[in-house]
């Protein structure tokens, strides 16, 4: 029977083995962890990489919380039971190099002590320079990821990712998208032990993914060269995460609004950031091109 | 007969006086205008002064918008007619020199195709390092101009302001308030073109404050010499105004929720901005004293 103490365990080492594996790539930077408390019930172990050789700053938290649900998300939910428990694993990433992409990824699982239970997550990739190659590369992870499950899951999750992964302000998406889902859960007919093990095989999996994903990218990138041009354009780029994350993520605002540790939810924002008004790249730049790709529905894999 | 019209175009008046008095102060900026129309009705004149001798960004923009609200928005307006008219001018301005404070302004007009209306608007101030005789010069300035009017108004939209410039997930405010006000519409039994004409003399006796306000800190501070470490605090006192405008600004919100010109809207956010994770101020420090004085109900004036 797999509890949800088994869950938070096995998504604790989880953390610890991203942990090792960001900082033996960088080389330089350490994770600084805290532990905090929640006031309403559980609490958490935050780790935050900053200054590293390739990570400028970069947050591994791991939560486990537990307590009454404002009435707010009980309706943004559709639920009516207000006793919950959230256990989970997020990750941002902000490199240094404009070259190197952002990357975040979040697994985690959620009940109600009514027994409702489900998973939910994903890996997605926010290139400041959208390379096709890398695209299409990382696009293939995540779906030999989802193939060794169920052949339905990429396509419906990597369409999910760009549904939700979008600034509609901007008319853009944030990235290049990747895998999203949320409230997986096995069948009613097979409410069985077994089928709720298959579904957290595949949260795990999702969670194995994302290391080799990234440290490919650290090795490929991490010696390149950049200009103050690509500088700035990262700064602006930024700034869409910024405004991406405060405006639309509902994991930031179901942290914000279940009061959870401010500075452990907004570690997934980056050291610096720039707003230039009007900003228009001039046709045919690499700034243009990265643009033309921020669109949902393109094909990667 | 004080119509929309009249109303609109005294607002853009006063967004060119605003306009030529800080360009004047500031010496060396001049403002670049850009009109736009919006899609479902009206448009507005932007204009955005960038890389000033003081002023790093700054944006007075005006705007006479009008159409169908989205249901959202009635909602949250508690109101059940659509049609809507709306103009305002709005100012945020991000000075250079973390020893000069951001400031802001909003002074709008809001009308229904039910011949509801109202006034809304205010002053607040931002200061990087809070200084306690510029903040009672400040309201002092804010109160004179109330008081001009009804001696109620002061105290009343002081706590308004202590109230809606909060950032709760920090537990502080924004800056050291201002005035706020909303909703202000003549008495029922007096809706006479009187009435609305007084609350209007209001409004734009409150924007015409602002330019003197800020040009008393333009003068006062722009010789002074800052320090690297003053510019790192600067840069997250900028992220907490980041976060304030994107989470829990109406203004903000109002603007995107209405497919209003994004650019416009989010001028209000300076050319960078830092997250620094976990940074807590040396006791004692001049960060420390400041973040003692971003508390609600301070009676300044």
């Not at 970069?58 to 307590?67: I, L, Q």
């Not at 902000?94 to 952002?102: A, E, R, Y």
């Not at 695209?135 to 995540?142: D, I, P």
């Amino acid at each position: 029977m797999l509890t949800k103490e088994n869950i938070a365990d096995r998504l604790m080492q989880l953390q610890q083995s991203i942990c090792v594996a960001l900082e033996q790539e960088d080389g330089k930077g350490k994770f600084i962890e805290e532990k905090w408390e929640r006031e309403g019930g559980g609490g958490g172990r935050s780790r935050v990489l900053q200054h590293g050789n390739v990570i400028e700053k970069g947050g591994v938290n791991f939560s486990a919380v537990h307590g009454e649900l404002p009435a707010n998300i009980q309706q943004a939910l559709k639920i009516t039971e207000s006793k919950f428990f959230a256990t989970g694993v997020s990750i941002v990433i902000h490199p240094s190099s404009p070259l190197m992409p952002i990357i975040h990824m979040n697994v985690r699982y959620f009940e109600l002590a009514n027994g409702e239970y489900w998973f939910g997550g994903g890996i997605d990739l926010t290139p400041h320079y959208v390379n096709v190659d890398d695209a299409k590369w990382f696009h293939t992870q995540l779906k030999n990821t989802c193939d060794a499950f169920d052949g339905s899951y990429y396509p419906k999750f990597k369409e999910w990712a760009d549904d939700y992964f979008f600034i509609p302000h901007r008319n853009e998406t944030r990235g290049i998208g990747g895998i999203f889902f949320d409230r997986l859960k096995a069948d009613v007919e097979s409410k069985t032990s077994e089928g709720k093990q298959g579904l957290f095989d595949f949260l795990i999996a999702v969670g194995e993914t994302f290391a080799p994903i990234y440290l490919h990218f650290m090795k490929l990138k991490r010696s390149l060269d950049y200009s103050e041009e690509e500088k700035k354009w990262q700064m602006l780029r930024r700034g869409r995460y910024v405004e991406f994350n405060l405006i639309y993520d509902k994991g930031t605002r179901f942290g914000l609004d279940t009061n959870g540790r401010t500075e452990s939810i907004l570690m997934s924002l980056p050291e610096n950031a720039g707003w230039f008004y009007n900003y228009n790249p001039t046709a045919g730049s690499q700034e243009a091109q990265t643009l033309e790709l921020l669109k949902k529905g393109i094909d990667w894999a």
